[in-house]
Each structure stands twice: as structure tokens, then as C-alpha cells.
């Protein structure tokens, strides 16, 4: 599986957008870049996912490299609810099961 | 439209004894998988139910089991508890097994091993 690799940990100010990098550099072709968020021990929340163009949602913005070895997730307006672990994560489809292969998350601190 | 739902949200056991977590998928969802997450860590997965087959496992030993029913419900059964399987528990639900789309998450299920 291809691993990823996120900070521990970054600030951002209140209103103000965070980007948090992440590193997939032995991606596969066929593997999705997903971003999943957790709040406090609930359970993961999805964000957003891209293959190989950027995307956007009403949530976030997803910037993947041309050569797919890294990706940024951009909060435009980052708000104190959006204090949270965030999870990159690299998703395997073999045939007919799929499943997300966490890293530890970068734990963004949204201050005032 | 109720998410994905998980039993017990919290539980005790202790070494020796065996537990049995229940999830509810998301509404129209036919895929659950189970994953479990050790305190300060990112969520492993444990297996992948589908068609009421385990269609694919992580690296869990077999005292992890799981079952799913023809409505789409999913069981984890874990036997034998040991210390280290204090966690959270968490199902997610999908349409079909396929890398499109978003897995839904439920809230967990804390397990603790006394």
C-alpha cells in the first residue's frame, strides 16, 4: 500500500486558510488521494478525494502534482470547528474490496 | 436519512472474554468495514464485508471475526480480549466496494480491556 506523510501538527488563524501537505510518493496509478477529517475522537468525516485533477468542493480545495507524489488540502476560511486530526490517506482497490490505509494525521489548530 | 450506526458506544471487558460490536449501515449502502483506532493513532483496517462475504482482511489476527446479514448489518466479534485491544471501533459504509465515492464513518464503538 502506498504510505503517506503528513506533519504532526500546524496553527492557523481564524479566517485565514490552512493548507496542510501531505506525501504520497509511491502512489500507484490507479489509487485515489482521499482527505479525512476527525473531530475529538468521533468518527472520520470525508472531505474530499481526487485521482488526479483538482478538485473542489464546498468544504475544501484538493491540489494534487502533476506527478502525483504530493498533494495539498486548502481550507479556504478556516473556522475553530475546523480543529481537527487530518488524515491523508491513499485509497487501495484490489478487484472487488477497497479500503483506506491511515497515517497518523496532521492535527491542525485553528486559533483566534 | 440515519447515518451510520454503532453498539455499544461504550463497553468494558475484561482479558479472556469476547465482544461482539454492531453496525448499521448508511441508508441504500450494501458495504461495511470495520477499522480500529488505538488512542493518539490514525484507524487500521480490520476487514471489509460485502455480499455477506469478508472480501478483504488487514493484518488482524482470527480471533477478529465478523459477519454481515442480508439487510446490510455487520457484526465484529473479537475473542480471546487481550490489553492491547483497547480501542475505538469504527464501521464505515459504503455503496459497493469500488474506489469512488466516500466512506461514511459511524462514532465507534470505545472498547476497554480491563
Known amino acids: 500500500d502506498a504510505k503517506t506523510t503528513q506533519p504532526p501538527s500546524m496553527d492557523c488563524a481564524e479566517g485565514r486558510a490552512a493548507n496542510l501537505p501531505c506525501n504520497h510518493s509511491?502512489?500507484?496509478?490507479?489509487?485515489?488521494v482521499y482527505w479525512y477529517r476527525q473531530i475529538h475522537s468521533q468518527g472520520p468525516q470525508y472531505i474530499i478525494h481526487?485521482?488526479?485533477n483538482n478538485e473542489t468542493n464546498e468544504m475544501a480545495s484538493l491540489i494534487i502534482t502533476e506527478d502525483r507524489k504530493s498533494s495539498t488540502l486548502i481550507l479556504p476560511h478556516a473556522t475553530l470547528r475546523d480543529t481537527a486530526v487530518y488524515y491523508c490517506?491513499?485509497?487501495?482497490?484490489?478487484?472487488?474490496?477497497?479500503?483506506?490505509?491511515f497515517g497518523t494525521g496532521t492535527r491542525l489548530q485553528v486559533t483566534l | 436519512d440515519a447515518g451510520v450506526t454503532q453498539s455499544p458506544t461504550h463497553l468494558i471487558k475484561t482479558r479472556g472474554q469476547q465482544v461482539t460490536l454492531r453496525c448499521s449501515p448508511k441508508?441504500?449502502?450494501?458495504?461495511v468495514s470495520w477499522y480500529q483506532q488505538a488512542l493518539g493513532q490514525g484507524p487500521q483496517f480490520i476487514f471489509q464485508?460485502?455480499?455477506?462475504?469478508?472480501?478483504q482482511r488487514g493484518n488482524f489476527p482470527d480471533r477478529f471475526s465478523g459477519h454481515q446479514f442480508p439487510n446490510y448489518s455487520s457484526e465484529l466479534n473479537v475473542n480471546a480480549l487481550l490489553l492491547g485491544d483497547s480501542a475505538l471501533y469504527l464501521c464505515?459504509?459504503?455503496?459497493?466496494?469500488?474506489?469512488?465515492?466516500?466512506?461514511?464513518f459511524g462514532e465507534g464503538s470505545r472498547l476497554t480491556v480491563l
Open positions: 490517506i491513499v485509497r487501495t482497490n484490489t478487484g472487488t474490496a477497497s479500503k483506506l490505509t
Open positions: 464485508y460485502y455480499e455477506e462475504e469478508e472480501r
Open positions: 509511491t502512489i500507484s496509478g490507479n489509487e485515489y
Open positions: 464505515a459504509s459504503s455503496s459497493g466496494t469500488g474506489v469512488f465515492g466516500e466512506l461514511f
Open positions: 441508508s441504500g449502502h450494501d458495504t
Open positions: 481526487g485521482l488526479k
